[in-house]
Each structure stands twice: as C-alpha cells, then as structure tokens.
C-alpha cells in the first residue's frame, strides 16, 4: 500500500533554496566540470541568479516555461538552476529534435521564451533548425516575436557571438538584467509542488509527451539517490555523459546538489575524451547507465592505459550477461543498476552497495522511501504474488503528476492514484524490482509469448556481438517472429548464419531470430534505441 510519508524535514525545500545552501556550505568546491572550464557552487549560484534576472528582464514570470536547447555546457544548469530561483519552468528540449518536432514542443509546451547557444555540437545548428521551424522569424520586426505556429512564444535568446535575426543577442539578454529584480522574494513565494522542470519523453509512432516534474521531486529524489543508495560527499567526483535535457543527467546534479560533489560532462561525449577526463579529475562514480556509452568506453584502445582506480561505484542497465561484462570491466568498482523512467523523477530503485553481485545483476534494488509499487496483471488490474510478472505500477512522491495537457493520456496512465508504467516486472522477495521489458516490447509467436529483452540478453554473450536489438515483425503463419539487429565489437566478424546458428539449441526455436541485420549506428532517442525506426528500416523499399 500507499507509504504516505510526511515530507522531508530540512531537506524539503525547492531547487533554487537547495542551490543557494549548498553554495553557502561548499563556496570554492567544484560543481560542474567540463574538459576546459568549471563552476564552483558559489560561481553557479551567481550565474544562476544572472540569468534569473535576464529572464525576469524578457517578462518572465513564476509558472512561465522556459525552453533551454543546447548541448552539454555550463550555461546549461545555470538556466535549469536560474529558471528555479525565478519559480519559471525550464523546458529541456531534445537537442536532436528537427525543426519540425521542435516546433511542436515549443507549440504544445507554451514556451515564452526559447533560450539556445551558436555552440555547434554534433547535433545541430540551432539557430538555423529554429529558424526553419519558424520561418517568419527570419523577416520578424525587433520587438517580442509574434508566431502562429507558437502563439505564445514571445523571444528567442543566442548565447554566443552569432546571432540569427529575430533573437535576443546574448549582450543584450546580460545587459538587460536588473540588480533589483525581486528574485529572492519570489523564490520565499514558491511551493514544493511548483513544477520545477518539463521532459518531454520520446516518442514512438506519436508525439513526445510532456512530462512535468515539481521540485519536491528533484530535490527528494537526488536527496534519497545519494543519502540512501550513493552516499556521496563534496569530495566526489560523478561522471555523468549524458545530455542534459535526460533525466540520466538532472537526477545525478540533485544528488550531487545533496552532497556538494562535482558533476563531470562534456559538450558531446567522446570516449577518449572521457576516459582521459575520467583519470585527470580522479572521478569516483562513474554513470554511463546505457550499454552504448559503456561499450564505447571499455573498446577504446586508450580504456587499459587510463588509470581509473579512483572509481569505487558504476551504474549500468543491461541485459544481465552484458552487465557481467561491465563489471569485469571495473573491478574495483560497485557496479549497480537502477528501475526509472522520466514520469518518476528518473529513478525509483537502484541496488544499493551491499547487495551481492548476483542480487545487482538479477534485480534493480528496493524502492526509495516514500514510493511504493505493485505488480498487477495489467487485463483483470489484479495483484501478482511475488516473482510473478505482470505491470509495474507506482505511488508516492516520485511520481509525476500527469502529462501537460492531455488528459486522455492521463485517463490511460494513472489508475486509482497509482501510475501505470507499461513496463513488465516483478518482485522479489526482499521487494526489489526486476525489469523484464516493455509490454508493448513483447513478441507473440505462434501464440507463444516472448519478450525481446531475453532474447537480447542471450544475444550478448555472443563474443563478436557489441549489441542487440530484437523487434516482431509479421508472419503470416506464426502472426510474427523476431528479428535480430546486431552491432559487431571491433575487429570482429560473424554472419548472419552464424548468429542465428548460436541460437539454435540454446533458445527454444519460437525464440531464435528468423533474420540478422548489421548495423554500425543506432537509431536512438535521448538515450535509447528506437525500435520503430528499426521497423521503418524493414519496410522501406
């Protein structure tokens, strides 16, 4: 049952009071680094407050939405933390997203004000990708910008030197700021259940859904993520690669917040770059948290040169037999994994460092106090016993309070007051949370059910094999049958046959892939595959 906790005591407070105490009690130490510039939590807190001034300058007010696109780079959380002192909502934008779905979310989110930089990373130019998304910004009078497409989308802010016509310059948007603006008195004003940020989650075959997240959320998560799973102090240094616009960086900069630790990033994630950073700075956590990041990381030639002996704990989410191979990896490391998602703050669970290696590799760990789940058979919506899989469903805190504007979303996402995942679980005995897929993700063969995530694993104890991705596609016999995609580690060769070939006796035949398609990039999202694109790859002529 529902765990109604009463709130934090001294730790229940909103991101920019959070902020402001920890640059009180840790001034000179390092809070964000990147590879050729840092912030201190005392330089932070005063870039912060600058820009939540600038903002308040453009005629921002508490409840406002803010899109912040751009890459990894300091500026970033000084707009996430400025936009919390201001009581206004920073709205994290893809920095992969196209003109075309940018538009939506700046149409649909009800942004005010679009803030970017002419940083160019390997996404995009932004200023460009924007001014194809409104065109008539190109030819738009100085003043407030009036668009149709984006009714109340009123400025867009370059930092940088360049500056596309119809933006706000960035000496302008510095300069415009007012020493007296009543910043302080705002922030006393604001609430613990002021939405504090918006995500947008990726979309599959629909368009992303806004996800706002208040600032009880923020805080108490990163207060439990580093209090209760990662026990941080200001002398740790967390890796954390990354984008930004990812609940897989926000979360860690609470924790860190929590502690007073270094967030380490960089504009784009390079591995040589990283693993250098990673042995420079003496990181002690390191969070690359999905199989493309790590995989990089430990085939770089430069990964057994580096000395990474300072890193004592590791997140990573893979399929099991991947994650043993990680935690080889690092030795000297607690590698843990962790059950989340963005609706939840990020994450819910992650193993905590006592568990044996074979809890860390079979469950996800226990849920944070103050959230409680239930695996519930998702057609008859009744309770499964424990290491039963069913819908994973959760209450508490953490959750999210429902998707911007659209309640018919809403309607299907939420039952009784708990939230429905649409993930495939269980329980263990101890309560610990084991992912065993999407729902949607599952495979019905011949009548058979089977979840692509196990096929996967299996996949990955492959020796040539650097990573796998299973999908359905239609048969008219068995209704459909799985499909393999496979990225080779380098320097290594095998053939279709030859996958298909390691399958065979070790997977009941409903489960062996009927065909194996190589791939050397995936099409991904902030973080994840995207499997509908995979399928898009199969029909295309």
């Not at 000395?307 to 990680?326: E, G, H, Y």
């Not at 590799?361 to 008859?380: M, N």
């Not at 496979?486 to 892939?513: H, M, N, R, W, Y």
């Amino acid at each position: 049952m529902y765990d109604d906790l009463p709130r934090l005591r001294i730790d229940a407070s909103t991101v920019g009071d959070k902020l402001l105490a920890t640059a009180d009690r840790f001034p000179d130490r390092s809070c964000l680094i990147f590879p050729d510039d840092r912030h201190t939590w005392s330089s932070m807190a005063t870039a912060a407050y600058g820009h939540a001034r600038s903002l308040h300058a453009l005629g921002v007010r508490p409840g406002d939405h803010v899109g912040v696109l751009m890459p990894n780079c300091l500026e970033y959380m000084e707009l996430v933390y400025g936009c919390a002192l201001l009581g206004a909502v920073s709205v994290l934008m893809n920095a992969r997203y196209k003109a075309a779905e940018l538009a939506y979310v700046a149409e649909n989110a009800d942004l005010k004000v679009i803030i970017t930089t002419d940083l160019i990373s390997e996404y995009a130019d932004f200023g460009r990708l924007l001014h194809d998304a409104f065109p008539e910004i190109q030819t738009a009078p100085p003043g407030p910008l009036d668009i149709k497409a984006a009714p109340q989308l009123r400025h867009l802010v370059m930092l940088g030197s360049r500056t596309p016509h119809g933006f706000v310059d960035q000496a302008t948007f510095i300069t415009h700021a007012k020493t007296d603006a009543p910043i302080d008195a705002i922030r006393a004003s604001l609430r613990l259940s002021d939405p504090a940020i918006m995500m947008y989650t990726s979309g599959t075959t629909a368009n992303p859904k806004g996800c706002p997240l208040t600032h009880e959320i923020l805080v108490r998560n990163g207060v439990n993520m580093n209090r209760q799973r990662y026990f941080m102090t200001e002398t740790d240094v967390f890796w954390a690669p990354l984008p930004m616009f990812h609940m897989a960086a926000i979360l860690p900069a609470m924790a860190c917040l929590d502690a007073g630790a270094a967030m380490a990033s960089s504009t784009h994630f390079d591995a040589g770059v990283s693993l250098r950073m990673m042995e420079e700075e003496k990181v002690t956590i390191a969070f690359p948290a999905f199989p493309t990041i790590t995989n990089e990381i430990i085939t770089h030639p430069e990964f057994k040169t580096r000395d990474l002996s300072k890193i004592r704990r590791i997140n990573n989410v893979a399929p099991v037999d991947m994650l043993k191979r990680f935690q080889d990896a690092f030795p000297q490391a607690v590698q843990t994994g962790a059950y989340g998602m963005t609706e939840v703050g990020g994450v819910i669970s992650f193993n905590h460092p006592s568990e044996s290696l074979e809890q860390r590799l079979d469950a996800c760990g226990t849920p944070f106090p103050g959230v409680s789940v239930r695996i519930v058979q998702p057609e008859t919506l009744t309770d499964l016993p424990v290491d039963e899989r069913g819908e994973l469903w959760i209450k508490g805190y953490a959750v999210f309070g429902g998707y911007y504007k659209s309640p018919e979303k809403n309607a299907e996402a939420f039952h009784d007051g708990w939230f429905r995942t649409g993930d495939l679980c269980s329980l263990d005995s101890r309560g610990a949370i084991r992912f065993h897929g999407r729902i949607k993700d599952m495979l019905k063969v011949g009548g058979e059910n089977v979840a692509a995530l196990e096929i996967e694993s299996f996949l990955a104890q492959h020796p040539a094999i650097k990573m796998a991705q299973v999908i359905g596609v239609p048969d008219p016999r068995l209704q459909e049958v799985p499909v393999a995609f496979v990225e080779l580690l380098p320097g290594q060769t095998a053939s279709a046959e030859d996958v298909i070939g390691f399958c065979k006796g070790q997977l009941a035949s409903f489960k062996v892939p009927r065909a194996v398609y190589f791939v050397t990039e995936w099409p991904m999202s902030s973080t994840k595959v995207q499997k509908f694109k995979l399928r898009e790859m199969l029909a295309a002529p």
